[in-house]
C-alpha cells in the first residue's frame, strides 16, 4: 500500500505443486531362518537373557521352530514345564507377536483363566 490511500490488493499465486504419487506400503520382509550367532553376541562375553531371546524371535515373527533355533543358539530352550514358556509357544504357533497382546496373555495364564485353552 501506498502512502496517499491508493489501496491495491496485492493477490499471490500460490506456487503449483504436483501431487504425490501414492505411498506404496513397505513390504513385510522376514528375516532369514538361519540366525548367525554374532547377531546374538554384540561384544565378546556376551549373553543374552532369554528373556531378550524371547523378546527378538517375538519382534522378527519367528515361527516356533525358528524362535527354537534362535534360543539354542543363544543357549536356552522353551520349557514345556514352565508356564510362561507354553504361552510363548503358543504366541509363536498362532503368530501373535504383539508385545501387549502376548503380557495380556501371560497374565491370564498366570491367573489360571486361560490354562486349558493352550495346547503345546
Not at 516356533?64 to 510362561?84: F, K, M, T, W
Amino acid at each position: 500500500m501506498s502512502k496517499g490511500g491508493d489501496a491495491r490488493e496485492i493477490t499471490r499465486k500460490a506456487p503449483s505443486r504436483q501431487p504425490l504419487p501414492p505411498r506404496k506400503a513397505a513390504p513385510k520382509s522376514r528375516p532369514q531362518a538361519a540366525v548367525s550367532t554374532h547377531r546374538m553376541t554384540p561384544y565378546e562375553g556376551y549373553a543374552p537373557s532369554k528373556e531378550t531371546a524371547i523378546a527378538v524371535a517375538l519382534a522378527a515373527r519367528l515361527t516356533l521352530d525358528e524362535a527354537r533355533d534362535l534360543l539354542h543358539v543363544a543357549g536356552y530352550a522353551l520349557s514345556d514345564s514352565i508356564p510362561a514358556d507354553i504361552v510363548y509357544a503358543a504366541c509363536f504357533r498362532h503368530q501373535v507377536y504383539e508385545r501387549a497382546h502376548v503380557r495380556a496373555l501371560l497374565g491370564e495364564f498366570s491367573r489360571g483363566r486361560i490354562a486349558t485353552q493352550i495346547a503345546l
